[in-house]
């Protein structure tokens, strides 16, 4: 069965310092993964993904991640954070049986930036 | 383009009520995919509809059903609600074209509580 495990409930950074939310993997076949972000009382926002390709993917508001296959991982990083990048941020795969959009989700990494 | 759009936002029912909630997709988006969110559970999809047919469904018992329209849009229905069943309903809509390079987009979600 597929599945992502996010190790850190939270992961704390000051303001203008690099961030990584860290999302490991477990599939059968290819992955094909994502990161999405919910802020307080909204909906989840679409971040990046990964198909194929590329192991540096490229996505919204500065964020990155890189997909390593060798160690089953898909950390989420930006180069300097923002106050504003607080929030809830979750990890999700792709679960390929009996169907095409069912996403299995990781348990979610809170991240704090202070100023 | 306009989101996704959920309404209610917000609901309080009693246990043994129904609820119906509703999705409007993105305009040309053809899948609708349902998640719960709990803090206990995180995140679990519900049951996703392509061409008003479900084309998967997860580990939920039969109270939680869902339907889709010929103009794409939504409807998820909870039965004899029980305490348990208070979370936030994700809806999500993609283009749906059966492929791993689709993309869910979100919506505000729902909040639901069972007194």
């Known amino acids: 069965a597929q599945s992502v495990a996010q190790p850190e409930d939270q992961v704390n950074v000051a303001e203008g310092n690099p961030l990584t939310v860290k999302c490991t993997y477990s599939?059968?076949?290819?992955?094909?993964l994502f990161w999405y972000v919910q802020y307080p009382n909204r909906g989840l926002q679409f971040l990046l993904k990964?198909?194929?390709?590329?192991?540096l993917v490229k996505g919204s508001y500065g964020f990155e991640a890189e997909f390593n296959k060798s160690q089953t991982s898909f950390h989420l990083k930006k180069p300097s954070a923002l106050v504003s990048d607080s929030a809830l941020y979750f990890c999700a795969v792709r679960d390929g049986t009996g169907g095409y959009n069912k996403l299995i989700f990781g348990a979610g990494t809170r991240l704090a930036v202070h100023p | 383009k306009a989101g996704v759009t959920q309404t209610p936002r917000y609901l309080i029912k009693t246990r043994g009520q129904q609820v119906t909630l509703s999705c409007s997709p993105i305009?040309?988006?053809?899948?609708v995919s349902w998640y719960q969110q709990t803090p206990g559970q995180g995140l679990q999809f519900l049951f996703e509809y392509f061409s008003e047919t479900q084309r998967n469904k997860g580990n939920f018992p039969g109270r939680f059903s869902g339907r889709q329209f010929s103009n794409s849009r939504s409807e998820m229905n909870v039965s004899t609600l029980e305490l348990g069943d208070s979370a936030l309903y994700l809806c999500?809509?993609?283009?749906?074209?059966?492929?791993?390079?689709?993309?869910?987009?979100f919506g505000p979600g729902t909040r639901l509580t069972v007194l």
């Open positions: 999500a809509s993609s283009i749906g074209t059966g492929t791993n390079t689709d993309t869910q987009y």
């Open positions: 990964y198909i194929t390709g590329d192991n």
């Open positions: 599939v059968s076949g290819n992955p094909y």
């Open positions: 305009s040309g988006h053809r899948s």
